[in-house]
């Protein structure tokens, strides 16, 4: 009897096995559809249309993705390719009915970033101005402001994603992943080429490893490498090669020695204030607080006695440049405070501020031309693409015209639309940096940004147009020295400014743009003229974009113009009743520029509105 029951229990079991093995080899076939429809929804409720080669589904619980590819459904650009992804569920999740990543493998990737449209802004762009009552704000164009809640909801689930409890996180390795703009879109870099991004599970905590490079005119390699223990401790080192011709390995390292702590009732993840950063040798303290509703995020950085000696041994030339070439004594402290609640770009708080301890200029160790100039000297004036030219600065020679002989319309405008504070700022505007920020990000794009009239002096005196991080640091550094080491007047720093800046081609100073556009002197420009010349500058080689076909000026750069002098009035330069209605607006081209042969010059034709405004 026993050995009977024996038996049956024995073909019981059996067949729940058998039945077992059937359906786990039968559940792939089941749930392929079901998991190709439910990602083909998941990317086309992000905008995207989603395609692949081959799917499978295997035991234990295993997707693969071969040869996958993400379209825009709205531009069909490809965003994605990947020759293959992998995702595997942790099989003791299923037992809880809470699937769970266990490991993520991708290998063989290209992104490409989203190109922004005609609509989102640009050069070309027609941009809408708010003209209601209240302080101005240009009013975004549908598609920009649909990108903006795409950006912020990207951002909302970065947030989600890095505040996850560390021991929940996947495992993860990513191999030979290539990520650049949009084609045509400018960047402050070309790319990123990543070799290898992998996170591994150790004893006492994880590891994190990234190498790749920085692409660009040069590759630029970096690794890091980053473990964590079971208390929260983060120790790190990192490299990023900037390499130039002096210094053919020259390397920039970085350490990290912190705590990093989740809590699990709100998720916020905080990297304490005590927290240190090296760069070379150069101490910071870092703190990091992300908190995924919103998302917002909270950063604090301190260094303090900084030394030009200190700096020297820390980044290689290529990152400094021309900025060898200043002299210094003293020290000098370095404070930036950052907050931003994603889901309202206006909260963001931005503070950057220089402490000096006994700061000051060496003449006898600075060889590039901040002292003096407040003297007549030839301007060196840095142009793209490593090109250059000269202009005299000297009263009574070349074009050089004094600033206060110059139209008062054209000074108050061109400052208005590239610096309205720019008697009240020391070099950078940490309030056109939070407008700039809250912009963008309600836009989803690049759309302003924030650069002070000091900042394009030192672009075209000193370091150059490149489009790199590195090159940006030099322009804010040379900016701080020129209003607050090198002596020299905001107003000798404004007419050096509309001296040299570009207006078109080899056209620099007002006086070369005045005679190029009107075939007349700076001093007897119209408040129309003034106002275009000021909308000129910011693309100056695309001046003639700026026209229709019959050489009407476009309903953008007119209500860009209208804009700027309702600004004007504002600040106190013009007088309200001399503010033009965007339609009353129009500029005849009179000077070489008429003979360009890309624009008609014949003069638009304004019909008088009901209260005396063109229509």
């Known amino acids: 009897m026993k050995a009977l029951l024996a038996s049956r229990w024995l073909r019981l079991a059996l067949a729940l096995v058998t039945l077992v093995a059937i359906a786990a080899a039968l559940l792939p076939f089941v749930l392929r559809p079901l998991v190709a429809a439910r990602i083909r929804a998941r990317a086309a409720a992000a905008g995207y249309d989603a395609s692949w ?219 304490a204030d005590s927290s240190r950063v090296r760069v070379g040798e150069i101490p910071l303290r870092l703190g990091v607080r992300l908190d995924p509703r919103g998302p917002r995020i909270r950063l604090s950085l301190h260094a303090e006695r900084l030394t030009q000696a200190l700096v020297e041994r820390s980044l290689p030339r290529a990152a400094l440049g021309p900025l060898q070439d200043l002299g210094t004594v003293g020290s000098w402290d370095y404070l930036l405070e950052f907050a931003l609640d994603a889901a309202q770009p206006e909260s963001v708080r931005f503070e950057a501020d220089v402490v000096p301890h006994g700061l000051a200029l060496d003449p006898e160790r600075t060889f590039v031309h901040v002292l003096g100039l407040d003297e007549p000297f030839v301007a060196r004036i840095r142009l793209p693409h490593d090109r250059s030219t000269t202009r005299l600065l000297v009263p009574g020679a070349g074009s050089f015209v004094p600033l206060t002989e110059l139209s008062p319309d054209l000074v108050h405008a061109v400052v208005t639309n590239e610096d309205g504070a ?119 080689s695309k001046w003639r974009n700026r026209f229709d076909a019959e050489g009407r000026l476009r309903k953008g750069p007119r209500s860009q113009m209208a804009f700027i002098a309702r600004k004007m009035s504002t600040l106190g330069w013009l007088d309200p009743a001399r503010i033009p209605h965007p339609d009353s607006l129009r500029v005849t081209l009179t000077g070489p520029a008429a003979d360009s042969g890309s624009v008609a010059v014949r003069p638009a034709r304004v019909l008088p509105g009901p209260f005396g405004f063109g229509r």
Not at 444 to 465: K, P, V
Not at 484 to 507: C, T
Request: hydrophobic fraction near 40%; proline fraction near 6%; charge should be neutral.
């Open 53 to 271: 080669s081959r799917l499978e589904l295997s035991w234990p619980p295993r997707l693969s993705l071969s040869n996958l590819t993400l379209l825009r459904r709205d531009t069909r650009d490809t965003t994605l390719t990947a020759r293959s992804i992998r995702l595997a569920l942790a099989p003791g999740s299923l037992l809880q009915f809470a699937p769970r990543l266990d490991h993520v493998t991708a290998s063989d990737a290209r992104v490409r970033l989203p190109k922004r449209s005609h609509a989102e802004g640009g050069d070309d762009a027609e941009l809408e101005f708010d003209v209601s009552p209240g302080p101005d704000r240009r009013a975004l164009p549908p598609e920009a402001a649909a990108r903006g809640r795409r950006l912020r909801n990207s951002a909302a689930a970065l947030a989600r994603a890095l505040t996850q409890p560390f021991d929940r996180l996947p495992a993860f390795s990513f191999t030979n992943v290539e990520i650049r703009p949009a084609s045509g879109d400018e960047a402050l870099i070309e790319g990123v080429r990543i070799g290898l991004l992998e996170r591994t599970r150790e004893a006492k905590g994880d590891r994190l490893l990234v190498a790749g490079s920085v692409l660009g005119r040069i590759e630029r390699p970096f690794e890091l490498t980053l473990t964590h223990t079971g208390d929260g401790h983060y120790r790190g080192t990192g490299r990023i090669a900037l390499p130039d011709e002096r210094e053919s390995d020259a390397s920039l390292l970085v350490s990290v020695d912190g705590t990093l702590t989740h809590d699990p009732r709100t998720a916020v993840l905080t990297l």
């Open 422 to 540: 720019f008697f009240r700022h020391r070099g950078f505007n940490p309030r056109a940096v939070r407008e700039s920020i809250a912009e963008n990000l309600r836009a989803g794009s690049f759309r302003r940004g924030a650069g002070t009239i000091t900042m394009q002096i030192a672009r075209n005196l000193f370091t150059g147009h490149d489009r790199t991080l590195g090159r940006k640091f030099q322009e804010v550094v040379f900016a701080w020295v020129l209003e607050n080491l090198s002596g020299v007047s905001k107003e000798r720093l404004l007419e050096i400014y509309l001296n040299i800046i570009e207006w078109g081609p080899d056209i620099h100073g007002a006086e070369e743009a005045s005679h190029y556009y009107f075939g007349k002197s700076s001093r007897d420009l119209s408040l129309d003229e003034a106002l275009f010349l000021a909308v000129v500058i910011p693309s100056p």
